[in-house]
């Protein structure tokens, strides 16, 4: 981890790069943060060798303090059950290695293109699907992204791009215009989505800068946000979501359904209402991606449906996020319901 000259840095544009710098990069650490270190049984630091452990404190301040089944705490800590052998999990779950045309890009329908922007991550969820992923042959480097910006551009059938990772907000602003910018001047790309939890745990990383880039911008700017449990909405959040809103930027939000966490159609019900209140589209609820290391994040489809089923007698069906599913096989993903 780069570690920067906190006087070098700008207070409002890179205070984000100081939070990252300085985020928990260790199980026990956290534990005592949170006053939980008579509470060892509840991680294993050996996970933390296959999958780093980075939490940043504006996430961790979220936690409850003494609670050991804190819905944020399960989404990062490591646990020995990372090791559980199971042959339906994998390191490629939705087959993404086979979409590969180009270092960072992939390419697996045909009016879009999904770019790895950045490689790396502010917080490292334990669920992630892409915990395996081939990063060191996917650099984002300025090389590979003007080869990416050719293939995008010679490529007419194509009129959306995927900016994703990693984490693309893991990029700094100057590095972000460039790249809108070089988009724009490409007449056949109507659309930018970026995916990002960045924002949600570090809510500083919505700069007035990245804010101005996005309001400038000719292409249609949307901003799938990764919110699992309404825990994670603070004010400081909501702030940022607000700069975003003005910015002309379309939000939507995407989960994914882990057990223990927000496996109940009460606190997803929470969720979308937040996610309302800050003018963001509850999009998808995912299924889990069957990576090797998550078996004891799994809820079964059959429990999932019946969620569902009660989260449509509670909200409005425009609140109902569509419950999916990815194995890798289908050209889109599978609505479940």
Known sequence: ??????????????????????????????????????????????????????????FASRMKKNDPKDPLLL????????FLNNLQFNEDPVKEKKDIVLPGLLHKYKDRVLWILKTNCAIN??????????????????KNWIQILHYISQNIELNEVILS???????????????????????????LRIHT??????????????????SNSVLKIIIVTHINHPQEINEQLSDSLLKLKKSNVILLNQSVLLKNINDNAI???????????????????HILDKVKGTSHFLVSNKKAKSIISDLMK????????????????????????
């Open 1 to 58: 981890m780069k570690h920067y000259n906190t006087k070098k840095l700008n207070r409002e544009k890179d205070s984000w790069l100081y939070e990252i710098s300085n985020s928990i990069v260790e199980p026990k650490k956290l534990l005592k943060f949170l006053h939980l270190e008579k509470y060892p049984k509840y991680y294993d630091s050996k996970p933390k060798k296959v999958f780093p452990f980075r939490v940043p404190y504006s």
């Open 75 to 82: 989404q990062v800590i490591t646990k020995n059950q990372e």
């Open 125 to 142: 969820c334990r669920y992630c699907f892409r915990k395996h992923f081939p990063y060191e042959k996917n650099k984002g480097n300025k």
């Open 165 to 191: 990772g990693g984490d693309p907000l893991m990029a700094k602003d100057h590095e972000l215009l460039w790249l809108i910018t070089s988009l724009s001047k490409i007449k056949h790309i109507k659309r």
């Open 197 to 214: 939890r960045l924002p949600i745990v570090i809510p500083n990383r919505i700069t007035s800068d990245l804010c101005q880039i996005f």
């Open 267 to 285: 606190i997803l019900a929470e969720l979308s209402s937040r996610l309302c209140e800050n003018n963001i589209i509850p999009y998808y609820l």
């Open 314 to 337: 509670m909200i409005s069906g425009f609140l109902v996020p569509r419950l999916v599913f990815d194995n890798g096989s289908k050209d889109n993903k599978l609505i479940i319901i």
